[in-house]
């Protein structure tokens, strides 16, 4: 297996993304990491970590910054590392490509390079979530799509189910669809057409409807919503684990709110395995990050998707 890695992404520089890396070498994990970055310029700092031979590394003579145009700088920098490693993703080259670089730029390669799933009109960025019952649920989209149609949200029911089931070994998950009011009526008329397009499907086991509170229910393990409305709610759930911090306040719960734990976000639907970190990632962070491409690699989860859109 081959993991593809951007080294230009992180705010924190190239040296956090190879001290993820050696992190990531530490979980003992099976698999060639390919990084991609520009070599010329930081080859005595890759020297100084005396990387094992399953590491190689792919020159490249550009790099998308953070402030960049997502679009124009996909199309410009086709040397740059997230380009690159799109290429390669494509090509069966790796088998998943992660970055903590421009989100931006890495959904448009994605939709530019690998593209989606046939079948698949949107993809979706998902995020874990912990649970009441100490396992990890899913919410989606948290940011890919502001805007939604009733069929995206159909389609990101069955992307999370097989992540649930695939990734997080969750039998039967339990798809449920993110309103303001259990009851089949509530809520937009975005809600109101998705619930009737979820209730009678034989693809995913849906609950219904489900409201804010349930963030954390151990009776939901996927919760479906617009990009929108799950970006805030993903802000949130970040800041309570900000705020326990500052007042320090020691709660294993609310521990698991931290982002490092999870490393990574996963785009749902497109042609590979691709996970997006956080700019400022810790090396935990990035380790774990590079280890989800490996599960969703390992696990065939891009495969399995694809099947279920047949």
Known sequence: MRIGLDLMGSDLGPQRVLEGLNAFLGLGLTAHVVVYGNMEEHQNLVDSFAFPDHVSFEHCTEAIEMGEHPAKAVMRKTD?????????????????FASTGNTG???????????TIPGVIRPAIASAIPRENGQVGLLMDVGANADCKPDYLFQFGIMGH????????????????????????????????????????????????????????????????????????LKLAESFYRMIRMRKIQDDFFKQLNYEIYGGSPILGVNGNVIIGHGSSSATAIGNMIAQGYHMAQHGLREKIETAFQ
């Open 80 to 96: 740059s590392s997230i380009v690159r490693g799109f290429a390669d993703l494509k090509a069966r080259k790796i088998d998943a």
């Open 105 to 115: 730029a890495m959904m448009t390669a994605a939709m530019m390079s690998v593209k």
């Open 162 to 233: 097989w992540y649930a089931k695939t990734v997080l070994g969750i039998d039967s998950p339990k798809i449920g669809l993110i309103n303001i009011g259990e009851e089949e009526e509530k809520g937009s008329l975005l809600c109101q057409a998705a619930y009737k397009m979820m209730k009678d499907n034989d693809l995913f086991q849906f609950i219904g409807n489900i409201e804010g509170r349930d963030m954390f229910s151990s009776e939901v393990d996927v919760m479906v919503t617009d990009g929108f409305t799950g970006n805030v709610m």
